[in-house]
C-alpha cells in the first residue's frame, strides 16, 4: 500500500491537488474500498475517511469500533464516537486544503464515479476546500495487471467456445426438427460457462422482435425458434479469482440458408460502425494522441445517424469492463453521459454499436477489446464478420 500512495501523492503534485479525500458509509464507496484494498470480508458499519495529502503523512479517519478494517492503512488516526467529534475530525484533517480530490461527478454527469453522496460534499465544502473529481486520477492508478488481462483473455476465449456449441447445437436441432427455445438455450449456455469455469456469468437468448429489446429478460419456457427466425445471444463472464475481469461478446445469426436483404444491410451497417470506432481509436493510439470515450462513440453514433437509423441505436456505444462487467473505468459514450476520460493502456471495454427495430429484430455486435499496457489495441474474442445462417446451403 505505501508504493499506491507514493504513486497518489506523485500524481497529486501533478495535477496541483491537495490530497485525495476517500469517504465511505457501509460500502457505498465501492471504489474507495477497491483501491484502499479493504477486505471484502471487513466489518464497515460506520463513516470513514482516508486522507492522502499531495505531500506527508497520510490520515484514517474512524469511529471508536471499528478498528480492523483499516488496520493495513498506513499513517495516523483520528478516532470520533459522536457526531460532534467526527465533524471536528473532518475539519481538522482538511485543515489548510484548498483542492481536493473525491469520488464526486459535478451534476452527476458520470454516475459511475459518482459515490460520495451530497451532505458529505457539504461538509467536506464548509471546511473551505473545492472538491474535484478523482475520475482520472483513478484511471492513472488502477491500470489492470498483467494477471488480470490474462484473466480477460481466458474469459473471452470460454466465451467463444461456448458460441461455437451453441451455434452447432442449434442448427442440429433444426435439421432434426427439434423444439429450441429461448429458455434452453439460455440454460445451455450457463451450462457451458459454468463447466468452462466462470464465477459469474450473464447470457441473454432473443429470438425474433425479443431481439429488439437490449435487455430483455428470458422467461422460463421463452419464445420457440421456427424456420427463418432471427437469434441474437449475448453472453459475459468472468473466472475465478477476486480480480478477475469481464468479458462480453454478442452476435446474431438466422436460422434459415441465408438473411434477408435487411437484414443483410442492418447488419452491414452495425459492423461498419463498429470498425470505425476501432479504428479511430487505433489511429488516435499510434500517433499517441488522446482518444475519449465520447469521442469514441461520437464516430460511432455518427455513421449510424448518417444512415438514419440513429433513433434506433438506444445506448452508448461500449462500456468498461473491470471486475464488474460494466466497471468504473472509461465508457464510449456520448449518449447516456458525456464522458470525457480518455482510454487509457491496460484497460478493457466494448465496443457494441446497435440498431433495435420494434416488432421486428435488433442487430448488436459486441467485441471485447484492450488496450495493452504497450498501447496496442487488441479485439480478444474472435468477432463475427457475417450473419451466421444456421441451415447450411445445400
Known sequence: MEEKI??????????????????????????????????????????????????????RVRHAIEGQALAHLPGKELLYRSWQQYEWAIATLLSGAQIVAMEYSPENALPYVSKVDAGTVELVRRCGASIVSSAELLLQLSRLTCEQLQSHYAAAALLDSAMIDIWGYISSALEKRELITEWQLQQRLKSLLEQGGAAEYE????????????????????????????????????????????????????????????????????????????????????????????????????????????????????????????????????????DTRPLLPASCFTIEPGIYLPGEWGVRLEWSVVITREADLLVTDAGQEEIIALIPLE
Not at 280 to 288: A, K, V
Open 6 to 59: 507514493i504513486q497518489v501523492q506523485s500524481a497529486l503534485q501533478r495535477a496541483g491537488w491537495d490530497g485525495w479525500l476517500f469517504y465511505d458509509f457501509r460500502r457505498s464507496n465501492d471504489i474507495a474500498c477497491e483501491f484502499l484494498q479493504i477486505a471484502p470480508e471487513a466489518l464497515l458499519t460506520r463513516r470513514f475517511f482516508y486522507w492522502i495529502p499531495a505531500r506527508g503523512e497520510s490520515v
Open 203 to 338: 447470457v441473454l437468448c432473443a429470438f425474433n422482435d425479443h431481439s429488439a429489446n437490449p435487455h430483455y429478460c428470458c422467461e422460463e419456457g421463452g419464445a420457440a425458434l421456427a424456420l427463418g427466425d432471427w437469434v441474437l445471444i449475448d453472453i459475459s463472464c468472468r473466472l475465478t479469482g477476486s480480480q478477475a475481469i469481464w468479458a462480453d461478446i454478442t452476435r446474431v445469426a438466422v436460422a434459415d440458408k441465408r438473411p434477408t436483404a435487411k437484414q443483410q444491410q442492418i447488419f452491414s451497417l452495425v459492423n461498419s460502425a463498429r470498425h470505425a470506432t476501432l479504428e479511430l481509436i487505433r489511429t488516435r493510439l499510434e500517433e499517441g494522441k488522446v482518444i475519449r470515450g465520447y469521442e469514441a462513440d461520437a464516430c460511432c453514433r455518427a455513421l449510424i445517424e448518417k444512415a438514419g437509423y440513429g433513433d434506433y441505436f438506444l445506448h452508448r456505444t461500449g462500456h468498461n469492463l473491470g471486475r464488474q462487467l460494466h466497471g468504473n473505468g472509461t465508457h464510449l459514450d456520448d449518449l447516456e453521459s458525456h
